[in-house]
Each structure stands twice: as C-alpha cells, then as structure tokens.
DNA sequence: GTTGAGCGTT
C-alpha cells in the first residue's frame, strides 16, 4: 500500500528508506508526504497498519531517491513535531524483506532468528482481545540513544524501563529458573516429547473441561429442555465436551 | 474510545 496507488514496494534498489518512529496513530501517509517531500524525492511512504483493525501501528517508512536528502530530512524531520507528537526519522534498519540496511543500501541478508522475529503489536492490553502472534514485548536495549536529543526525549522514559524491568526481571528470573530446571528434568524422565498437560496426580484428576452439574443435578428432560433456549449460559466448550469428546480413559488410565 | 516500543506492503 503505497502512496501512489501501487501495491507492494516500488523498489527498493534505488530508493533509501527512512524509519519515521513515534508518529501518532492518526497520521496518515498523505500527511507525511509533503513533510518529507520538501527535503528531497520522496519516492514513497508507507505506513504499516494493522491486518485487522487497519489502524496506523505508529510508525511510517519513507523512501528518498537519493541518500543525501534521506540525511538530510533526517536532520531537519527528525524531532519534528508533527500532529501534536515529536517524529523520530532515521534510516530503516532492515529492509521489507529482512535484509540489513544501512543507510538504505542493502547490505546482506538476515537470519531470521533475531531478526523481525520480535513481538510486533503489544501496543495496549486492549487490544490483547485479538491476541494474534504478539505475545509479550522484551525488553531490548534501544541502541539509540547517539543524538543529544534522545537524552532529555527517553529520560523519564529510561528510567520507568529499567525500573521496571529491573526487579521484575530479577525475581523472575530465579523463579522461572529453579522451576524450569525441575520441570525439564521431570520432562526428560518421561522422554515424551509432549510434557504437556502431565498432572501431578495419576489418578483422579480434576477434569476442569467437563464441568457441568447442573445437568448430573437434573437429569430431568424436563429441565434439560429449558436449557435448550438459553444456550448464552452454556459454553461452547463445556457442550462440546459433553456432547462429543467420549475419553473415558482419563480417568481409568494414567 | 483506549495505546507508544519499534523496522514495511499487492
């Protein structure tokens, strides 16, 4: 999705794109265009936006024809305020297809392992509804931090981070560790590939999943037809489990 | 309606 029309990236072998970070989620390419356009030949802007939602995930990409004015729109864009919100611009980093970049100039290309790899969308618990691949943001040093600016802009910032992450971090740590080494050794006994769903107890267990006593209670047809009209109680689960989910063996086996 | 570290699309 590109400002001009055209579907996918343009191209990229001549093009330098530039990072625009910290732009409010209202900003649209459109927007952003003639910002960039005053300092050089902007090819294209790009801006990812969510699959489900298509809301702007807060961040543009910006092509230049030439690198010196990508640069240069990076020294005079870069902290620019725009829609109420200070702009970060800096050469993207890695390339639509995981390559490393530097300075829009594709270097090689990049393992995946490390790469883009990283959680993408843990903007807010709200939208955790859709809970998609993002799971949890880590904490990644920023290796920003080279300008003058970026001091007084992190500051409070910085320091909420690292408080946060600091003593969180260090009882987790312990705790996720001494638990992990038992529960690996525990899997390892088994020599099972799947030391998932292992209880403690090799009998009797809870069986969370069919939980239904209201129907053991009133095994009436009577009362099993007034359930029927009010199926907004029952849960999908719960009437899956049993209606068609015969392991009788839970119970006996293991 | 909400949010804020980061690196991208038909």
Same mark, same amino acid.
């Given at each position: 999705m590109s400002h001009f029309g #055209? $579907?996918?990236? @343009? &191209?990229?072998?001549d093009t330098f794109s530039l990072l625009v970070l910290n732009? $409010?989620?209202?900003?649209t390419a459109d927007d952003l265009f003639p910002l960039f356009d005053k300092y050089g030949k902007v090819v294209d802007v790009f801006i990812p936006r969510d699959r489900? $939602? +298509? &809301? =702007?995930?807060g961040f543009a990409f910006v092509r230049y024809k030439y690198q010196d004015e990508a640069q240069k729109a990076v020294e005079k864009l870069d902290g620019r305020v725009v829609d109420g919100r200070e702009i970060m611009v800096r050469?993207?980093?890695? +390339?639509?297809?995981?390559e490393r970049i530097d300075k829009g100039r594709i270097l090689e290309p990049v393992h995946r392992t490390g790469g883009r790899s990283r959680s993408r969308s843990p903007r807010s618990r709200h939208r955790d509804?859709? #809970?998609?691949?993002?799971s949890k943001r880590r904490s990644? =040093?920023? *290796? +920003? +931090? #080279?300008?003058?600016?970026d001091r007084y802009r992190g500051r409070d910032k910085d320091y909420r981070q690292r408080s946060r992450s600091r003593s969180p971090d260090y009882h987790k740590a312990r705790g996720r560790g001494k638990y992990d080494e038992e529960r690996r050794s525990l899997s390892r006994s088994h020599g099972s590939a799947s030391p998932v769903?292992? *209880? @403690?107890?090799?009998?009797?267990? @809870?069986? /969370?999943?069919?939980? $239904?006593p209201s129907r053991d209670a009133s095994p009436d047809g009577r009362n099993r037809k007034e359930r029927s009209p009010t /199926?907004? *109680?029952?849960s999908p689960r719960g009437r899956r489990a049993v209606s068609r989910s015969p392991l009788p063996r839970s119970d006996a086996d293991d």
């Open positions: #055209r $579907t996918g990236p @343009p &191209d990229i072998k732009v $409010t989620f209202r900003t489900r $939602t +298509g &809301d =702007s995930r050469f993207a980093k890695y +390339g639509p297809n995981a509804h859709y #809970r998609d691949k993002d990644r =040093s920023r *290796s +920003g +931090g #080279r300008y003058d600016r769903r292992r *209880s @403690p107890s090799p009998r009797r267990s @809870p069986s /969370p999943r069919r939980t $239904t /199926p907004k *109680s029952v």
